[in-house]
């Protein structure tokens, strides 16, 4: 069964450093997602991208972070100057198809901030 | 703002149908009801999805009221490993996760 494969799955840093976040999502879906979760609260939609530009990103999604598709199987977020409250399990997801709330998460990358 | 009400905890028993409710009083009449599930920190998994008509998959069971107000999630036969959290999403571009419902399945 195709899947979402996310990278590194645990990354440490200091405060300060840059982080980029990989995400290789299903091949032939086309809309693409980032989320965050914060041990103990809930997932919050980060962006959406789709056809190389983003589509909505919310109030999290500041000037600190960005997101590429630099190919055609990537699906990067970089987030510059980490802070430790960065400190989240981050999930990447695709999807094949506008108007399908069918979403497919990938098992999230762990980033510390120290 | 999730726009669902979920209760944040229920336990079942094993081997036992679990029922998880969600309001969701001020949906639009084109807004599908998506179930996802997060077991411990993984990705959230898609579960099922309804309009207005109940719908059955090999996972569960989604009943939706007539005046689709409300919906109940059904596990049928709930085993230990059903035990995660539950969320109820009304369909937008993108999904908006609220608190969910913790259910842990006891044996």
């Known amino acids: 069964e195709p899947e979402v494969t996310q990278t590194p799955s645990h990354q440490v840093t200091q405060m300060g450093q840059e982080v980029i976040l990989r995400c290789v999502p299903i091949?032939?879906?086309?809309?693409f997602y980032w989320y965050r979760q914060i041990l103990g609260q809930k997932v919050e939609f980060l962006v959406s991208f789709y056809n190389n530009e983003i589509s909505e990103k919310s109030e999290i999604f500041d000037d600190q972070f960005s997101v590429e598709r630099p190919d055609g199987s990537n699906f990067t977020l970089k987030i510059r100057s980490t802070k430790l409250e960065d400190s989240a399990m981050y999930f990447c997801?695709?999807?094949?198809?506008?108007?399908?709330?069918?979403?497919?998460f990938g098992e999230g990358s762990r980033l510390t901030v120290l | 703002d999730a726009k669902t009400t979920q209760p944040p905890s229920m336990d079942c028993a094993e081997g036992r149908a679990a029922n998880l409710p969600c309001n969701h009083s001020t949906i639009s009449g084109n807004e599908y009801v998506y179930w996802y599930r997060q077991i411990h920190s993984q990705g959230p998994q898609y579960i099922i999805h309804?309009?207005?008509n109940n719908e059955t998959n090999e996972m569960a069971s989604l009943i939706i009221t007539e005046d689709r107000k409300s919906s109940t999630l059904i596990l049928p036969h709930a085993t230990l490993r059903d035990t995660a959290v539950y969320y109820c999403i009304r369909q937008d571009q993108k999904l908006v996760f609220g608190q969910g419902t913790r259910l842990t399945i006891n044996p």
């Open positions: 997801a695709s999807k094949g198809r506008v108007n399908t709330g069918e979403l497919f």
């Open positions: 091949s032939n879906h086309l809309y």
């Open positions: 309804g309009l207005k």
